[in-house]
Structure formats: C-alpha cells, structure tokens
C-alpha cells in the first residue's frame, strides 16, 4: 500500500501536488466536478460570503445538502454560531472579480459587503442573483470534524432557480474545455494562502 504524504495542511485537491507518487496520480482528481458557490451568512449586523467549491446534494429524500468549509475560514465560525447560510450557484459568465472578492480575502479583516445594498432571502441572508442560477437557504443538522475542515450537513428551507443556464466549473483549467471558462482564468488551480 503506498503511503500517501499528505501535506501539513492539505485544504483542496490542488494542493494535493506534493502527495502524488507512481500510484497515485494527483491530477486523477480533476475528473471530479464540481460548481462554485458564494456561501453567505450572517452574524448580528455584519453580512459575510464566501466562495466555495465543496457542495453536494447527497440524499433527496429528504433532501440533504453537505457543504465543507475550512476552519481557518471565517464563514465556518459564523456558520457553526448561527446554524444558518445560503449557497448561491454561480454561473458560468460571472467575473473574476467575484472570485477574487468572495475566495482571496478574508470576513475577518474586511467587509465584502460594504457599500451594497443586497437582496435577501426570508431567513435574512443574502442572495445574489444578477451572477447566479439560483440560491438554497439551508439549516445546520449535524457537523462532522474532519480536523482541518467542517463537514455540515444540512436541509434546505429555501430555495429558487432564477435561470437554467450553466454553472461555472471546478476543476482543472488544464481540461480544454474549461478554458473557455472566464478566457481561461486560473480560478480552480488556486492556492489558498
Ligand atoms: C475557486 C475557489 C474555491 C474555493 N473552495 C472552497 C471550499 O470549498 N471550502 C472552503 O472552505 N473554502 C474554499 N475557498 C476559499 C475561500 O473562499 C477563501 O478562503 C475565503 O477568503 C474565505 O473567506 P472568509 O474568511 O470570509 O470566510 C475557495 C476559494 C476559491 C477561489
């Protein structure tokens, strides 16, 4: 059995590079897709989002959604405090400018939300829908500690499609296809800081 080294703190598959041996071919892993979320909560006065990649339906009846989120991100506090948050599904046209702003900074040091006037959902979280398909208002049942990362499983309690259009795509930027994908830009081969 090869063992796998994973490094000190392995956050997303991209930065899986280091623990690719003869068995294990790292880049196997973009053959998973996924879309892109702005992941938004709430805490008191101040509105946070963040992007995320790590969400998956995974039963339907009833219907359960899992969202992973880093701890060293604020989201995950804010999202263990209040038990609530919408994911907003991101389309394919949405500017880079989103990623930068939602997925390179920090909740803890700024506010991503200063200046605008948002729409919201009947729980008080914001939605966006002028880059989205459609948001889910979901509810915390359980979280599961995978140390570096939550695991919240979740009902939805909320949820519209404002357009059926294409998602934007989580995976390798080396696949032809996706490099049509905002002219190529680097978003999935990101390394957090
Ligand atoms: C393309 C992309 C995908 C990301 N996916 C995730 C994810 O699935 N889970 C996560 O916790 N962070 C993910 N991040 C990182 C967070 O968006 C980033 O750390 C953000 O600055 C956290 O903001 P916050 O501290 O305000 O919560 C992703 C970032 C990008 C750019």
Do not use: W
Not at 92 to 121: L, N, W
């Amino acid at each position: 059995m090869p063992v796998l080294r994973a490094g000190k703190e392995q956050m997303y598959m991209n930065n899986a590079d280091d623990i690719t041996n003869e068995e294990f071919d790292t880049k196997s892993l973009y053959q998973i897709g996924y879309g892109l979320y702005v992941l938004t909560t709430r805490d008191g006065d101040k509105d946070n989002g963040c992007i995320v990649n790590t969400v998956m339906q995974v039963t339907s009846t009833p219907p359960l959604i899992a969202v992973v989120v880093s701890k060293q991100n604020y989201t995950c506090g804010l999202i263990q405090k209040t038990g609530k948050l919408n994911i907003n599904s991101l389309s394919e046209s949405t500017p880079f400018e989103v990623f930068k702003h939602f997925g390179y900074q920090s909740g803890k040091d700024t506010d991503k939300f200063a200046g605008y006037s948002p729409e919201r959902s009947a729980n008080g979280l914001i939605i966006l829908p002028k880059h989205t398909v459609g948001y889910l208002s979901l509810e915390v049942e359980r979280e599961l500690d995978f140390g570096t990362h939550i695991q919240f499983m979740c009902t939805p309690v909320e949820g519209k499609l404002f357009r059926m259009t294409i998602f934007a795509p989580y995976a390798s930027t080396e696949l032809p296809i996706l490099n049509r994908f905002n002219g190529g830009a680097a978003i999935s081969r990101f390394k957090p800081k």
